[in-house]
């Protein structure tokens, strides 16, 4: 009996050690981009960063994959919430049994009370003046969250979304890694952390414990190719199976005519503006800084890239925002009024300004098409090219005269016009975000535009605001230019690729390699 049984127990292990291994699902991701700059979701604000943040983490709500709708927004880590009738009370029911990645247990209200906190804190965060309003968060009991707000504002859900500070992080993690939580994210999303190789990747493994389900792709590479030819290469050679496009409408057709290829053009569009610092001479002459608007041409500009990727832009935010308003009579094309003004100003021969500029081919040659306008008129922009992660410290550091930033935020007005316009976010302050150029004529009607409930009148607040900011000239508008990606055939999303509030491909349990 003993023979019997040890004889089938050597035959049991034969059969499994000859048996096919199950095949690891791999999906590897190219970026164009030197390295990664943190993972700190509170923090991620470029663009190679941010679709690595909705894979690793989750908000109380998301908007559906694929889709940057505002009418699609549903439960994420909540599973219902609650507002009185002011509107000044959110309450929050929290899923029970969502687990963080790396063992570091169960999500609970504290997690979330954490997050938000932290998220509102300019010391933590880069997206503070979103929750500005939030008076008191509070853990009700371990799975129920209440927001107290100082006042209504626009669209409170728009900054608890998978999205910029509304990620919620683990807080046992942030206390546990302190400031080195930004090489070391714990969330709760379907993929986790597990390794960064700098300048070359950072590597994801599934999150089996994830609660909508075991991702079906087991590991995802997120490989660091600043080079577009190089990037090129390694997707024709499959070594990466989706890759971060140039926005270049010849690149979208010629790679669309590739074998087995996908080309998803993606909004929400990243607009480009010249931001002008009217703190620094000369710009901080009006007649200058007018000038300079006169002298861009947004049409030539756009065809840059083709009008399959990019748009003139047409007011101070960006078209299909709420609240954005493009009837705001932006300074026309006219060198010879442009030159006119540089010598009303005292430079009559000209004018040479400053601009830190990143080394991202896509921004680089935008740029350059805007340098070669400007000495048109007079004005020899001094371009100082630097790598992605410099020109982002550089610029906040007040060392540029001119900020050529592109950028897509959440799509309602009140966001985009409070991190670039009001002075709360003037760059060097306690409170800074994205004011490059110190504006700050439109703050009472940004302010007025929050707490006002009448839709119709909070429009009209917000086109007041585009029009100051744009008399004042604090900075002028450009392009309005799409993402592009591609994919193999064989990669699946899970959903219909529309939008990707995150600016990358949204990476769900749902995502597969065929």
């Not at 291994?21 to 999906?27: E, G, Y």
């Not at 300079?292 to 832009?313: F, K, S, T, W």
Request: proline letters at 5%; aromatic letters at 8%.
């Amino acid at each position: 009996m003993k023979k019997t049984t040890t004889m089938l127990l050597a035959a049991t292990a034969i059969g499994l050690a000859s048996a096919p291994a199950l095949a690891q699902k791999v999906l590897s991701v190219g970026m164009a981009a030197q390295d990664v700059q943190q993972m700190d979701p509170h923090r991620m604000t470029t663009t190679q960063d941010r679709p690595m943040a909705s894979w690793m983490f989750n908000g109380l709500m998301r908007s559906k994959p694929g889709t940057i709708s505002l009418d699609d927004l549903e439960p994420d880590l909540a599973e219902s919430y609650e507002v009185s009738a002011d509107r000044l009370t959110w309450t929050f029911k929290l899923r029970r049994g969502v687990q963080f990645h790396r063992g570091f247990g169960e999500m609970t209200a504290d997690d979330v009370v954490f997050s938000i906190r932290r998220a509102g804190d300019s010391r933590t965060s880069a997206f503070s003046s979103d929750f500005a309003a939030v008076d008191k968060v509070e853990a009700v009991d371990s799975h129920t969250v209440r927001i107290t707000l100082k006042n209504r504002v626009p669209f409170l859900l728009g900054s608890l979304l998978n999205y910029q500070g509304g990620f919620i992080v683990s807080k046992k993690a942030v206390e546990q890694f302190g400031d080195n939580f930004k090489l070391n994210p714990v969330g709760t999303g379907p993929f986790a952390f597990k390794e960064h190789r700098p300048n070359d990747r950072v590597t994801f493994e599934g999150h089996a414990g994830h609660f909508r389900g075991k991702p079906k792709i087991d590991t995802v590479h997120y490989r660091f190719i600043q080079s577009d030819a190089s990037r090129d290469l390694a997707f024709q050679a499959n070594e990466i199976q989706v890759i971060y496009g140039r926005q270049d409408q010849v690149w979208a057709e010629r790679t669309k005519a590739l074998p087995n290829t996908i080309v998803d053009v993606i909004r929400p569009a990243e607009f480009g503006l010249l931001h002008l610092n009217t703190t620094m001479k000369p710009l901080d002459d009006k007649r200058v800084r007018l000038a300079i608007a006169h002298a861009v041409n947004r049409d030539e500009v756009a065809r840059g890239r083709g009008p399959l990727l990019q748009v003139p832009g047409k007011s101070m935010i960006p078209t299909g925002y709420v609240g954005s308003d493009d009837q705001v009579p932006l300074p026309g094309h006219d060198i010879a009024k442009a030159r006119a003004l540089l010598a009303e100003a005292g430079f009559p021969n000209g004018v040479q300004i400053k601009a830190i500029h990143t080394q991202l081919p896509g921004m680089l040659s935008t740029i350059q098409i805007v340098q070669a306008q400007l000495k048109r008129a007079g004005i020899d922009m001094v371009i100082d090219l630097v790598d992605h992660q410099t020109f982002h410290a550089q610029i906040r550091q007040n060392l540029s005269g001119i900020v050529h930033y592109s950028a897509a935020r959440f799509p309602v007005a009140d966001i985009y016009l409070t991190q670039f316009y009001h002075s709360r976010s003037i760059i060097q302050t306690p409170t800074a975000v994205t004011n490059f150029a110190h504006c700050k004529v439109a703050d009472a009607d940004i302010e007025a535009a929050r707490i006002e409930t009448d839709p119709a009148k909070q429009k009209a607040f917000w086109s007041a605001a585009q029009r100051k900011i744009n008399d004042e000239v604090c900075a002028v508008a450009l392009t309005e230019s799409f993402s592009v990606w591609a994919r193999k055939s064989n990669v699946d999303y899970g959903y219909k690729a529309e939008g990707f509030l995150n600016l990358g491909p949204q990476l769900t349990e749902a995502s597969t390699i065929n």
